[in-house]
Structures are given as C-alpha cells and as structure tokens.
Nanobody, 115 residues
Framework: QVQLVESGGDLVQPGGSLRLSCAVSGVSVSSNTMAWYRQAPGKQRDWVATIPNGGITTYTDSVKGRFTISRDNAKNTVYLQMNSLKPEDTAVYYC?????????WGKGTLVTVSS
C-alpha cells in the first residue's frame, strides 16, 4: 500500500522559511518521480516542483530561486525547502508520487504566510 504523509506546515511571517517533509511508504522515492503541488483557498491545485528519478529538478516560475525540492533515499522522504516566503505562498501543500501503478497523493499540510 502506497502512503504519503506530509508534515512541516505552519504559520510563518513573510520572508520566513519552512521545510516540508513527505514520508513515503510502499514505493521508493529514488526510482519514481516525486512532486509537490499546492492549493490556495478557493483555487485549483497547482504544480510547484518536481524531482524525477533521473534528470534535473523543475519549478513553477513563481517559486524559482526560493524553493528547493530534494529527497533522502535512505529515509524514503521528499522535502520542500521554502525560503523568502510570501503571503501568496499560503496554501495546502500536497506531495505526489508518479509511479508505474498510478498517481498517489498525501493529505496535505497547511502553510500560512502572514504577519
């Protein structure tokens, strides 16, 4: 059974930083494409960043230079380091696994950027 569990969401002031974690079981983060998405209140879910099993990481334009996606193969965990946070980054952040068996999602973690 594939499970993705996000954590690390919090209330943070503009300009602050957070690191989100996605603990994965049932599939290997090293051999699958992993991604982060986010959904702001009243809006659709949007792609944020991808780390493929080979190749380079990619980011949506609005987070380039501020967010970094990475993975720890030993812990089977994917991370999203978020710096210089802005109020428009407020959203529920979801982890996604794109596997040979289909797409899998976590339940999300809430990030609120506000003073």
């Amino acid at each position: 059974q594939v499970q993705l569990v996000e954590s690390g969401g919090d209330l943070v002031q503009p300009g602050g930083s957070l690191r989100l974690s996605c603990a994965v079981s049932g599939v290997s983060v090293s051999s699958n494409t992993m991604a982060w998405y986010r959904q702001a209140p009243g809006k659709q879910r949007d792609w944020v960043a991808t780390i493929p099993n080979g190749g380079i990481t990619t980011y949506t334009d609005s987070v380039k230079g501020r967010f970094t996606i990475s993975r720890d193969n030993a812990k089977n965990t994917v991370y999203l380091q978020m710096n210089s946070l802005k109020p428009e980054d407020t959203a529920v952040y979801y982890c996604n696994a794109n596997t040979n068996y289909g797409y899998y999602w976590g339940k999300g973690t809430l990030v609120t950027v506000s003073s």
